[in-house]
């Protein structure tokens, strides 16, 4: 069967392969692909059974998922479209087209097909809160307040319902309300960071700086990686003259992204005001790199440049601006004054000139507005801007950093990559996989050699180099298309050759690569049997049958693997006053004992194979045995002392059984060696 799979995808398309292809298992493996988050290789998948049985509307579903999570909006609406064009009643096919038009900004149509959805399930949570949102993106504040209404009625106690309605106050500007739901959404869930940056910003646009600063120090502490929170909190910092703060508010910014426009742009501000002028130009330049056409980064460039004397430099900056706002008249009194110093006498005068009519009708204007605003009580001064606000005249201002659109207007996705968790869970390091593609970490890791792959790699003369890494890389679609010839490829040559188990290992790599774990282990069961000491055999082996049993239970709604490592949370460790719950009572289950030998047959062949007592380690965690994953992430130190997830695990298996201390230990050598997160792990249980 196997074989037509593979012939369709390499496009040998007869007749009598699609007739052939077994749509129940490819959809097996599609689904499987895509809980993998492997999207492109989970099309491929759902491309061969829409071929081979167009009339089916479940392949279309999944693969509109796939291209939704790829932000292929536009495809996923198609295919959700093409899924309810042959069955009407698949309601999560509604959910789907609506989230992607509502990201195509069709908002009517996406409200509409949330209706529609409702009419089958009332209350679902998710629907109402994307039908509030949808209809604030409308300004139907009216409609939204009722679908929020029902909402939390309904669910009391659901943050993001807070949340959203709270972005509709104050997009109604009825700040009191907004605050009254933020201050309820903290009540509730005091471990959502947006909760508290949305409320300091809005304390800061009131003008209660300390409060503002309070709230946004709480969201960095529970969530240090958006950029936007130490921004604003820069700002705040500024308010209240601590430069110093602001100032390194925006370094951490930029250590974390070098082209962040806005980081970049304030920092060059405060560099101006502290008459750091050099290093201000420096930013500058390097917003007008990122953005050319930001005018009013070359105004302040422009100014800078004066300062230091170059004077050249400064009117070709100056130049720029005033060719797009050509009624900047304070523009014209600067150019004037570098002209002269030019000894551009007429060009000064001709400025100069220019200056005092455009400030004349300027005056006349403003005098007008002046009574207007006084009429209508409006006069306060605007001391910040947005992102958007292009107005030249605020080019000294500091900008604000407006929140993302996934925190307001974006469809909800519960599904998409790593789940971020709203309690801020603390999550294990995942297993570590045999593959032939890794990604990087943001901050680098040690590397750790091991003379038992190195000399797998020379034995077997694989196509590719095998790697052991926690943070394996998805496959394109060139490289999908690569592992299905490659295993066309061992195929042919097993037949020659039935008894290498160096084939049969290659084309099970090939499988597992293409998330076919039942034949990935078939081939993994005769290299072992032809080649007792393969020890990488074994290994692959063990992660073929721990990723099959990941996925069974997921499929059948228990818990298993799912609960711990990638998106694991250790029970415990998330209650509110930080202290620890005993652990559960150690569960063994048949489901782990071959995984369990299989290790133990890794570690006979290879007593310093430091990944089979960490994996091991792992299905400890899962029985709640967390004194023997100790003892196991123990022994992999030894081996390895610079071991980063070692000490990480073994950390967090020690909180969870009340060893606090040294549990905090392992953490910070964790942090040292390049494991972020350590960190707010530390402090929150500090």
């Known amino acids: 069967m196997k074989k037509y799979i593979v012939a369709f995808i390499v496009m040998i398309s007869s007749f009598s392969s699609i007739a052939q292809v077994d749509t129940d298992r490819v959809m097996i493996i599609g689904k499987n692909a895509l809980y993998f988050e492997d999207y492109v290789l989970a099309i491929q998948y759902f491309n061969q059974i829409i071929t081979a049985k167009p009339y089916l509307a479940e392949p279309y579903y999944f693969r509109a998922v796939s291209k939704f999570m790829l932000d292929d909006f536009k495809g996923a609406e198609e295919d959700a479209s093409a899924c309810l064009q042959r069955n009407p009643y698949y309601t999560a096919a509604y959910q789907l087209r609506g989230a ?19 009419e089958f399930y009332p209350e679902d949570k998710i629907t109402l809160v994307n039908m509030g949102i949808v209809n604030i993106e409308m300004e139907q504040y009216d409609i939204a307040d009722k679908f929020f209404d029902v909402l939390i009625r309904r669910f009391p106690d659901y ?125 500058f330049d390097k ?7 930001n005018t009013i980064a070359y105004l302040n460039r422009s100014i800078l440049n004066n300062e230091i004397g170059n004077l050249e430099g400064s009117l070709s900056d100056l130049n720029i601006v005033l ?80 929140e993302e659109d996934s925190e307001t207007t974006k469809y909800q996705r519960q599904s998409r990559g790593r789940v971020q968790n709203m309690n801020v869970p603390v999550e294990l390091e995942p297993k570590f996989v045999l593959t032939y593609y890794e990604s990087s970490f943001d901050v ?52 020659s050759e039935p008894h290498n188990a160096y084939l049969y290992f290659g084309r099970g790599m090939d499988f597992m690569q293409i998330q076919d774990y039942e034949n990935a282990i078939k081939d993994m069961d005769k290299a072992v049997e032809l080649s007792p000491d393969l020890l990488v055999g074994y290994f692959a082996r063990a992660i073929l049958r721990t990723a099959q049993l990941e996925y069974d239970y997921k499929l059948s709604g228990e818990s298993a693997f799912s609960d711990i490592g990638k998106n694991n949370v250790i029970t415990g460790l998330n209650d509110i006053t930080g202290k620890l719950k005993l652990p559960e009572i150690s569960i063994k289950s048949v489901q782990y004992d071959e995984i369990l030998k299989e290790y133990e047959e890794i570690i006979r062949i290879d007593p310093d194979f430091i990944y089979a007592y960490y994996n091991r380690a792992e299905i400890f965690t899962i029985e709640k045995d967390y004194r ?37 230990d392992d953490l910070r050598k964790a942090g040292e060696l390049g494991i972020v997160q350590s960190y707010s792990i530390i402090k929150r249980m500090q």
């Not at 936007?228 to 910092?237: A, D, Q």
């Not at 003259?241 to 974390?256: F, K, P, Q, S």
């Not at 680098?444 to 095998?466: C, F, G, H, K, Q």
């Open 628 to 664: 023997a994953a100790i003892t196991d992430y123990t022994k992999a130190i030894e081996i390895e002392p610079q071991f980063a997830e070692a000490y990480f695990n073994r950390g967090i298996s020690k909180l969870a059984i009340g060893e606090t201390s040294e549990g905090l």
């Open 444 to 495: 680098r890791r040690p590397v750790y050699y091991s003379e038992t792959m190195e000399r797998a790699n020379n034995r077997l003369s694989l196509d590719w180099i095998l790697k052991v890494t926690n943070n394996e890389a998805p496959l394109n679609e060139v490289q999908i298309q690569t592992h299905f010839r490659s295993i066309q490829d061992y195929s042919g040559r097993i037949e």
């Open 100 to 118: 992607a038009r509502q990201n195509q900004e069709k908002y009517e149509d996406s409200a509409a097909d949330y209706q529609r959805s409702l």
């Open 159 to 283: 943050t993001p319902g807070y949340l959203a309605r709270s972005h509709m106050y104050l997009q109604m500007k009825d700040t009191t309300s907004a605050l009254a739901d933020l201050n309820k959404a903290i009540e509730i869930d005091p471990y959502t960071s947006q909760s508290f940056s949305t409320r300091g910003i809005l304390y800061f646009q009131q003008s209660e700086y300390n409060m503002a600063l309070a709230d946004l120090d709480e969201a960095i502490r529970l969530d240090p990686y958006f950029e936007g929170n130490y921004i604003n909190r820069g700002l705040v910092k500024y308010y209240l003259n601590d430069l110093r703060g602001a100032m390194a508010d925006y370094d951490r910014v930029i250590e974390m992204d070098e082209d962040n426009l806005i980081a970049r742009f304030n920092r060059g501000l405060l560099r101006a005001q502290v008459a750091d002028n050099n290093r201000a130009i420096r930013d």
């Open 287 to 293: 917003v007008i790199e990122l953005q050319p056409d």
């Open 323 to 402: 060719e797009t706002h050509p009624d900047f008249f304070t523009g014209y009194y600067m150019r004037s004054q570098l002209k002269r110093e030019l000894n551009d006498l007429r060009g000064a005068e001709r400025d100069y000139n220019l200056a005092r009519n455009l400030e004349a009708n300027a005056h006349t204007s403003s005098l007008s507005n002046t009574e207007l605003a006084d009429a209508s009580g409006t006069t306060e001064k605007k001391e910040t801007r947005d992102q958007t606000d292009l107005d030249i005249e605020k080019f000294n201002l500091l900008v604000t950093a407006g």
